[in-house]
């Protein structure tokens, strides 16, 4: 790390210590300069940038979005402005019982004067160790990322997982938690809670507290990040932390293990964007000429691996132009991030030697036409977009469906392939305790997910649950209205919203399919499933379908 662009980025440092090369924090009357002395240095202070966008793919949807991007951000910022809880010594998500119509998440009122600089050198000289581990895994390298990480013997390996279960429930006998049905008492506080039945709910939501806990088993952690949202929900506040920040307890050492714990255990992410990239790979052989528009872009972490791969085509590769597309920042540089991407990618492509393009569009997606895109006539065109389209406005909140008519654009541009992956979720219905119901069952399984994989007092997992299960759980249980972002459909719903706008289906490439179960059965626990169901991939646990990924083309294109 050797240069540096200065920004300027109000930040609150109340609650922040942060170690970088060069690093300037200026205050009322000093100046402080510090240097990398390890390469856990450089984790902790890269972490913030990795984590928000691996484990973070809809943030800029929150609503939340406003407080934690009102000041300029850098790409590299990794200080958000803070907030303030109620009761600093408790769980940030845990909020007592308070009059009705008080403010229990807090905007940090304290003045934002300091300023700080962000390195530039990433984009300039050779990328850090910790990006190259997490951007260029491909399924010849995936077991490298487990190191630290506490993950539980195989299945196949040792006990029998039914052998284990019945020492896990012999434990729990012992601690008496098998007593309670916690997923009862959640439904029927629930119940309550739509009754606003303030005392029913205050009485179950106590004994749901006693035999909850964040660092219990699967289900006593699923009702204690449940309990949260229903107590917030119970409260009334119509505005809800809802960003996938780490919070100011949370290390950055702790927060990088989450993601590598998550990535080492559950091949969700990672089998989406490996069968992505190689069937982009595999379309443009005899290209001379991609362009990736992807709706969604973040901080394009999923292309480094497909730049990688287009580099070793035989006959050199071809000149790759991405549309990177996100929703706008507040303040005066909407599109600051989207075009940070941008270079962020070109100096990937630099390195593997590829011609590079790329154009940014930072706006509400239905407001996107035609005409903002750079499009070539002897380009092979490619649309994607993984998971993000749960967070646009669905048909209820809108006469005309933004959703339709994202689709509808995507269908004009005439791709050659538009490859769609989507969270299989039924918790977006206008009753709330079916929807509570649906996103019960849903969750549950997420932590079972971790139960089964990962040791109780593994760090990364507790901060993953804590950091992105809780809080879109919290999301979906305590918002309503615009303030509620995560509104999954199910596979077959899109399927049918894709026939009716004039996509046809492409049939999934069977090699690739085989490749990705092959990962899957080798390196992951054995209740992971990769099955096809008419051409849509799907991704699931214990039978529970929970994504899918498909590829469409329009009608017409051959």
């Avoid at 990364?460 to 309503?480: K, Q, S």
Wanted: with cysteine.
């Amino acid at each position: 790390m050797e240069s540096y662009n200065i920004v300027n980025v109000p930040i609150s440092t109340n609650h922040m210590n942060l170690d970088g090369p060069g690093v300037v924090l200026i205050g009322s009357d000093q100046e402080s300069f510090t240097t990398y002395s390890s390469d856990s240095d450089k984790v902790d202070f890269f972490f913030k940038y990795i984590s928000e966008m691996l484990m973070d793919e809809d943030y800029e949807t929150k609503p939340d979005r406003l407080a934690l991007q009102a000041a300029e951000e850098s790409l590299y910022d990794t200080l958000y402005g803070q907030k303030t809880y109620p009761n600093n010594s408790v769980d940030p998500f845990f909020v007592k019982n308070e009059p009705k119509g008080r403010k229990y998440f807090e905007r940090d009122q304290e003045e934002r004067s300091n300023k700080i600089s962000a390195p530039s050198s990433f984009l300039d000289n050779e990328l850090p160790e910790v990006f190259d581990a997490v951007l260029l895994i491909d399924s010849d390298n995936a077991n490298h990322v487990s190191k630290n990480v506490q993950v539980k013997n195989r299945p196949d390996v040792g006990s029998s997982s039914s052998s284990r279960r019945k020492k896990n429930n012999t434990r729990a006998r012992k601690q008496g938690r098998d007593l309670i049905d916690l997923m009862g008492l959640l439904l029927r506080c629930a119940q309550a809670v739509c009754s606003c039945d303030h005392m029913k709910s205050n009485e179950l939501l106590s004994l749901i507290r006693q035999h909850s806990s964040p660092l219990g088993d699967a289900n006593q952690r699923t009702a204690h990040y449940f309990a949260n949202a229903l107590e917030l929900r119970l409260v009334g506040n119509s505005s809800p932390v809802h960003s996938h920040v780490v919070s100011s307890k949370t290390p950055a050492a702790d927060g990088i293990k989450g993601y590598k714990a998550y990535i080492t255990v559950c091949p969700f992410r990672f089998i989406s964007n490996s069968y992505t990239n190689r069937i982009i790979a595999k379309l443009a052989e005899k290209a001379t000429r991609v362009h990736i528009i992807d709706f969604g872009i973040m901080y394009g972490f999923q292309w480094p691996d497909l730049f990688q791969r287009l580099s070793t085509r035989p006959g050199g590769p071809p000149i790759v132009h991405i549309t990177g597309i996100d929703f706008p920042q507040p303040g005066f540089k909407p599109a600051l991030r989207v075009e940070q991407t941008g270079e962020r990618l070109k100096s990937y492509c630099k390195r593997f030697n590829i011609p590079f393009e790329y154009s940014a569009i930072a706006k509400q997606w239905d407001t996107i036409r035609l005409d903002d895109f750079k499009l070539k006539k002897d380009e092979i065109r490619v649309v994607n977009c993984l998971f993000r389209f749960k967070s646009l406005p669905d048909d209820s909140m809108s006469t005309t469906s933004p959703r339709d008519s994202v689709l509808k654009l995507i269908k004009n541009l005439n791709p050659d392939l538009f490859v769609h992956g989507v969270i299989n979720g039924t918790f977006n219905g206008p009753f709330f305790t079916t929807r509570f119901k649906e996103a019960l069952y849903y969750y549950s399984t997420l932590f079972d997910i971790f139960e089964s994989t990962l040791e109780r007092e593994d760090e990364g997992r507790i901060m993953f649950e804590r950091e992105v299960l809780g809080r879109d759980a919290l999301n979906v249980i305590a918002c309503e209205g615009a303030e509620r972002m995560e509104r999954p459909e199910t596979y077959k719903q899109w399927q049918s919203r894709n026939l009716r706008i004039g996509f046809r289906k492409v049939k999934l490439d069977e090699d690739i399919v085989k490749h990705m179960q092959d990962v899957v059965k080798s390196r992951y626990h054995r209740e992971f499933v990769i099955s096809e169901d008419g051409n849509w991939m799907l991704q699931g646990w214990k039978g529970r379908t929970v994504s899918a990924l498909s590829c469409w083309k329009p009608e017409g294109n051959s």
